[in-house]
T-cell receptor, first 113, second 116 residues
Framework: NSKVIQTPRYLVKGQGQKAKMRCIPE?????VFWYQQNKNNEFKFLINFQNQEVLQQIDMTEKRFSAECPSNSPCSLEIQSSEAGDSALYLC???????????FGPGTRLTVL | GDSVTQTEGPVTVSESESLIINCTYSATSIAYPNLFWYVRYPGEGLQLLLK???AGQKGSSRGFEATYNKETTSFHLQKASVQESDSAVYYC?????????????WGLGTSLVVNP
């Protein structure tokens, strides 16, 4: 079973508010991924890190999201100004290597009113 | 582009029946992607069910099998005899790894309902 921890499990925000979620990867996993799963079950890759460095991120993440994976602290993903379309399940995964198996946390379900 | 198409659910079968969930993929950015099946049981998070990283090989777990077929670009999930506890949503995923470009491309999931 995965040991990736995500908090909070549920998050409710108003439009324009900041929304921040956290992820603790499995111990020893240097690679962290964030995905968004919308109500249509579509997954969208958002960003990934190796240790503290961003490997790749999509345009949306670069513009409206703030993400980091500091040393000895949880990783975080923050939406700077929430929009209704951001309502989704946000999944964090960690891996031993960039191309390796990804282990997922339970997700943070964000609802933007 | 890179994409995954899988059987649209829900798929409903009776206990002890056989099951096949189709998965086909398109991989344009990498010749030999890794292929995965993930499962989400009710009330739980995504779990890796099985993976295959070599074309022509078969992966198996919990009675499920899937073979990486490069010719037909398929990775169908099969089980000879399902159980009620197999009721879940199954996701086929394509693993892309080229340098720092590393992510999973997902199908939309197939909801499986197994009736007792």
């Amino acid at each position: 079973n995965s040991k990736v921890i995500q908090t909070p499990r549920y998050l409710v925000k108003g439009q324009g508010q900041k929304a921040k979620m956290r992820c603790i990867p499995e111990k020893g996993h240097p690679v962290v991924f964030w995905y968004q799963q919308n109500k249509n079950n579509e997954f969208k890759f958002l960003i990934n890190f190796q240790n503290q460095e961003v490997l790749q991120q999509i345009d949306m993440t670069e513009k409206r999201f703030s993400a980091e994976c500091p040393s000895n602290s949880p990783c975080s993903l923050e939406i700077q100004s929430s929009e209704a379309g951001d309502s989704a399940l946000y999944l964090c995964a960690s891996s031993l290597s960039k191309g390796g198996e990804q282990y997922f946390g339970p997700g943070t379900r964000l609802t933007v009113l | 582009g890179d994409s995954v198409t899988q059987t649209e659910g829900p798929v409903t079968v009776s206990e002890s029946e056989s099951l096949i969930i189709n998965c086909t993929y398109s991989a344009t950015s990498i010749a030999y992607p890794n292929l995965f099946w993930y499962v989400r049981y009710p009330g739980e998070g995504l779990q890796l069910l099985l993976k295959v990283i070599t074309a022509g090989q078969k992966g198996s777990s919990r009675g499920f099998e899937a073979t990486y077929n490069k010719e037909t670009t398929s990775f169908h999930l099969q089980k000879a005899s399902v159980q009620e506890s197999d009721s879940a949503v199954y996701y086929c995923a394509l693993g892309l790894h080229v340098g720092d470009n590393s992510k999973l491309i997902w199908g939309l999931g197939t909801s499986l309902v197994v009736n007792p």
